[in-house]
């Protein structure tokens, strides 16, 4: 099976750098994806890692080592806008297998 | 875009009754996804569909069912409602699993 860990929150001031992370255990690595949840809404897709190192997209990245079972968001140069749920998520064949999710709040 | 479209934002229903959840896609995708989301829980996933007529149960399918008659249509049925069923149920669609999902806005279901 699979298990998934994330912090369930975690605090950030505006204009600095926050890093969620997130581990995993699961039997046959296909891919982890990571989504934005804001408070009431949909998630909304950030990213994909399915091989080794990181992925910058704007002032979001994410990295991934499959030998440690570890992945991280990273947010920079944090909006209040930022402020959301972070949810990683691992690939199993056509579906998703979700951690609990990571509530940032970020303070002016 | 692809646009995920579930049928009700906000449904109050009571203990017994059977209740219908709608979602529709609009970029023919193969594959459909029906998750509830409870604080602290994160997403369950309850069933899937990876092609018309098709399903696969989920993490926890007990008290629900579904149904895929239609390429962009997915139901979601509970057959006897009851208050443990109250959550927030969210619908998804994706073309294949490396591609990411989409959502639908959600339904928070009250059952009372």
């Known amino acids: 099976g699979q298990n998934i860990d994330q912090p369930t929150e975690m605090t950030a001031t505006e204009g600095a750098i926050v890093q969620i992370n997130c581990t995993y255990q699961?039997?046959?690595?296909?891919?982890l994806f990571w989504y934005q949840q804001h408070a009431g809404e949909a998630p909304t897709f950030l990213s994909y890692n399915v091989l080794d190192g990181l992925e910058e997209k704007g002032r979001f990245s994410s990295f991934l080592s499959r030998s440690k079972g570890y992945s991280y968001l990273l947010l920079k140069e944090l909006q209040m806008k930022d402020s959301a749920s972070y949810l990683c998520a691992l690939r199993d064949t056509d579906k998703l297998i979700f951690g609990t999710g990571t509530r940032l709040q970020v303070f002016p | 875009d692809v646009k995920v479209t579930q049928s009700s934002r906000y449904l109050v229903k009571r203990t017994g009754e059977k209740v219908f959840l709608e979602c529709v896609q609009d970029m023919d995708h193969e594959n459909m996804f029906w998750y509830r989301q409870d604080p602290g829980l994160g997403l369950r996933l309850i069933y899937f569909?990876?092609?018309?007529?098709?399903?696969e149960k989920g993490d926890i399918p007990e008290g629900y069912s579904v149904s895929r008659e239609k390429k962009e249509r997915f139901s979601l049925i509970l057959e006897s409602a009851s208050t443990n069923q109250t959550s927030m149920y969210l619908c998804a669609s994706s073309l294949t699993g490396n591609q990411p999902q989409h959502f639908g806005d959600g339904t928070r279901l009250s059952i009372l």
């Open positions: 569909s990876y092609d018309v007529k098709m399903k």
């Open positions: 699961t039997s046959g690595f296909n891919g």
